[in-house]
């Protein structure tokens, strides 16, 4: 339960929709959140332009990204490990091999890799990638090139991502960009920037291109999307500033979500993350309208303290988290919840530790991901706070941390037990190879006997058997099929 997207490489896949005419060769990998692949889709995209298709070998490349996360020290000492591995390839298979630093850790630490080590040959920032053809024309002109500036704009509404790593089913839709809220562990609003949001309808056309090609599901996608707001452009902040026709005619997030919804009725729609603070009711009863959007709501709450959420500048307390759970159970009565939560955080207290257990207690998330805190250079955190919780505390608090969350996982799966749940097939599994893997509509994974279904299809599966994550069940007569 610990592993989670902010610890898994994302390697290269043969594209389908790679341009026979195209003769160099891009490498690239991704490391940390969600928006990081969805980010990488779109340099994937704007290279295509420039002569490149993707490759699974690393030796061949004439052109290598690696797409970084700062979030927590163990994402960058990862990624420093793969530059040393390209930088030993380039060396010794590839000498004309390029190597570049995309995402928040090129952002934070430009000056280091281009000058101090010299492991790079391109430093780009999460809002410079429409800027990458004049970077490699420095590049091969034998010059360093880094753009790491953040824009004030939603940067790539127009750009249509290339899927990389595509099973052809799942896709990523970004919907904001940066974020506001401050929390004082988090480097996304110094590598990101200020919120910003998407034109509704590049949205709306960019959904409608993945119905064509046959996706099946679609995760609507942002640092926090509650805070979505378009009202023609610019920072969230600036709203006040807009005018009266901009500010009455403005999309809000479950505006949003309910457009989504409408336009592609047979599409699974999901979003992520949410943020309490931001999160509104007017969300879940559009859930309840819409039967395609899935029941499931991650909903990051960091601690059950207090003391410890007012020092990471988190605008709620538990008692208003829980307040917000009990409203989303109250309409939405079968939606999961899931959370992120850090512990060891400075100052934390054994009460503050046993505050987030007992919150975690009466919340019983069916998953989540769960991490020790790591000082991060540039938060607030990190210049305020001294990083005074010994490592052996952290790592006993994170044991029974995870200890909790896979005994209240296995109550949620164990509830599904006898019933009959809707599956959308994603892929083989990978324990057995006669067996279906996919998600429920609360993002529980469920594996059956593949019988005559196929990659795509929505059946109903009755659920016979369970572990803390996963639910195991035969599919049932009345299948419903999507080709």
């Not at 953040?150 to 790539?156: D, G, N, Q, R, V």
């Not at 919120?195 to 409608?208: A, C, G, T, V, Y």
Request: aromatic content about 6%; overall charge negative; hydrophobic content about 35%.
């Amino acid at each position: 339960m610990e592993k989670t997207i902010d610890e898994t490489k994302q390697g290269n896949s043969l594209q389908l929709d790679n341009k026979p005419q195209n003769t160099r060769k891009l490498f690239i990998e991704s490391y940390g959140c969600a928006m990081n692949f969805s980010d990488s889709e779109v340099v994937a995209s704007i290279l295509q332009e420039q002569g490149f298709n993707t490759t699974q070998i690393l030796e061949e490349a004439d052109l290598v990204l690696v797409n970084t996360c700062s979030i927590r020290d163990k994402a960058e000492q990862t990624v420093r490990k793969r530059l040393e591995k390209y930088n030993a390839v380039k060396r010794d298979h590839n000498p004309k091999m390029k190597v570049g630093v995309l995402g928040c850790m090129a952002e934070r630490l430009k000056e280091k890799f281009l000058d101090e080590e010299k492991i790079v040959d391109m430093v780009v920032g999460p809002d410079a990638y429409k800027d990458l053809p004049n970077l490699l024309a420095e590049v091969e002109a034998g010059n360093d090139a880094v753009n790491v500036i953040l824009s004030k704009e939603e940067t790539y509404a127009d750009v249509s991502p290339v899927r990389l790593n595509s099973n052809g089913i799942n896709a990523l839709v970004s919907i904001t960009r940066g974020c506001d809220n401050m929390c004082t562990f988090c480097v996304v609003p110094f590598t990101r920037g200020r919120e910003r949001s998407r034109d509704p309808q590049s949205i709306l056309n960019e959904i409608d291109l993945l119905a064509i090609q046959g996706y099946k599901e679609i995760t609507l996608l942002g640092q926090n999307v509650d805070s979505y707001l378009w009202y023609g452009g610019g920072l969230k902040k600036d709203f006040k500033k807009a005018s009266e026709m901009e500010q009455a005619t403005a999309t809000s997030f479950s505006q949003l979500l309910e457009m989504v919804a409408v336009a592609q009725p047979t599409m699974r729609v999901r979003f992520s993350t949410s943020n309490p603070q931001d999160m509104t009711e007017d969300v879940f009863h559009v859930m309840t309208k819409h039967k395609n959007i899935c029941n499931h709501i991650h909903l990051p709450v960091q601690s059950g303290s207090d003391r410890i959420l007012k020092e990471m500048n988190r605008q709620h307390t538990a008692a208003e988290y829980l307040k917000l759970v009990d409203k989303i159970w109250e309409i939405l009565p079968d939606c999961s919840i899931s959370q992120d939560m850090i512990v060891g955080f400075p100052s934390e207290t054994e009460e503050d530790h046993q505050a987030t257990l007992d919150l975690m207690e009466k919340v019983k998330y069916a998953f989540g991901y769960m991490y020790k805190y790591s000082e991060r250079p540039g938060t607030m955190a990190a210049r305020k706070f001294e990083d005074d919780i010994p490592e052996a505390t952290k790592k006993r608090r994170l044991t029974e941390i995870v200890d909790a969350q896979r005994k209240h996982s296995a109550f949620r799966t164990k509830q599904f037990l006898g019933k009959t749940t809707q599956v959308l097939i994603e892929r083989e599994s990978k324990k057995n190879v006669d067996e279906w893997s996919g998600r429920n509509q609360q993002s529980i994974v469920v594996v059956f006997p593949k019988g005559d279904n196929k990659p795509g299809d929505l059946v109903n599966v009755k659920i016979t058997n369970c572990t803390s994550a996963t639910l195991i069940g035969i599919s049932t007569p009345s299948n419903a099929h999507e080709s």
